[in-house]
């Protein structure tokens, strides 16, 4: 097949959707396929048969990069009739769509959940007055209502959202959930946990959660201190995982003897089975592939039931929790650390009815030989 990927950036290092296309296109190469990228920057792809072509977009504002990206893959789409165009979002003409951030309305709906109640009608008013905002409502309407590609949805909440705001047919969406690489992310990597947390200063007996995101306020930061502040009398350590900026360093250092910035990381595949819990209380995430991760890991997760990811979390591998509430995130996180702490004392308590059972059989034993000796 002749398939050509549309992202603005074809970079592994920037972020989800830009390293999901990344991935994908070695895939596909690999797999025989002619594969071509459409973008504006990338990084060189590993495999020599990908074909990439660059884009001159408008660079600045943010909103006219969106559009001039959209309106140039369409030109530059429309005379390569004979390939599948496939793209995850920000484009105007496609055959099969990934909305690998989700559906723009429903994230702009729940992302204003993070301001008091009373502040979200003005909030959500003067948001939706924002160029930005405009030109993805707009490339989104004309994805759904105009163009009517396949769509490939990435968690059932995703493609629920699809089926409600535009009255999309079922027909025309395939649920495929995120994959990851199983022999990456695998709980063997424990193995390095004395090394992580060395390197962290977090202590072997510590309990740590751990927090990774890229858009720190996006992924529920704030509440998560907040949730942080009912811990008091419940120890823990929390090791951050991202670029967290000035802001969020001044406001985590006001519990420098919980929170540990960890700044970005190259090799999460061990950080992940070297916490004792993923915390990701994000007010928005079609299918976050963290979660995906740290299951993969054997790390049990939290997380809000606006992320996708929340279908594969159980009362067996962790709890999910409302958005921006501080209170239900620092319940379920003391919930997490009671699990550690009656697994340990059932465990002890097994080698406790061990111990005992041993030392009766000694007695036992003892009586025994006594008896022989005086009979």
Known sequence: MRICIAIEKFNPQVGGAERYCWDLAQFLAEHDHEVKVICMTA??????SVQIIRLTCIRFPQAFRHLSFALLH????RSMPDHIHFCVGNTC????????????????DRDTLRYDRHLRTPVRFFKRL??????QR??????????????????????????????????????????????????????YSSEIRKRYGLG??????????????????DVLLEATR???????RILLIGPA????RRKAALFKDVIVIGDRAHDLEKIYPACDCLVHPTFYDACSLVILEALASGLPVITTFVNGASMYVDERNGLVVPPGDPYALAVAMKDMMERRRTSEEITFKNHNEVFASVEELLVQEERRRNKDKGG
């Open 74 to 77: 369409r030109r530059q789409a």
């Open 138 to 191: 707009a490339l989104e309407w004309w994805t759904f209502r105009v163009q009517r590609p396949h769509v490939i949805a990435i968690s059932k909440m995703v493609a629920q959202d699809i089926r409600e705001r535009f009255q999309y047919l079922s027909s025309l969406i395939t649920l495929i959930p995120n994959g990851i690489d199983t022999a990456r992310f695998t709980s063997q990597n424990r193995m």
């Open 43 to 48: 990084q060189d792809p590993l495999h020599p």
């Open 130 to 135: 924002s160029l930005k905002d405009m030109v």
């Open 245 to 248: 900026d000035a802001a969020a």
């Open 204 to 221: 072997e007996d510590d309990f740590v959660f751990l927090f990774v995101a890229q858009n720190f306020t996006l992924k529920g930061f």
């Open 230 to 236: 009912n811990l008091r009398e419940s120890p823990c």
């Open 93 to 108: 003409f496609m055959d099969v769509y990934q909305p690998h951030g989700g559906v723009h309305r429903a994230w702009f």
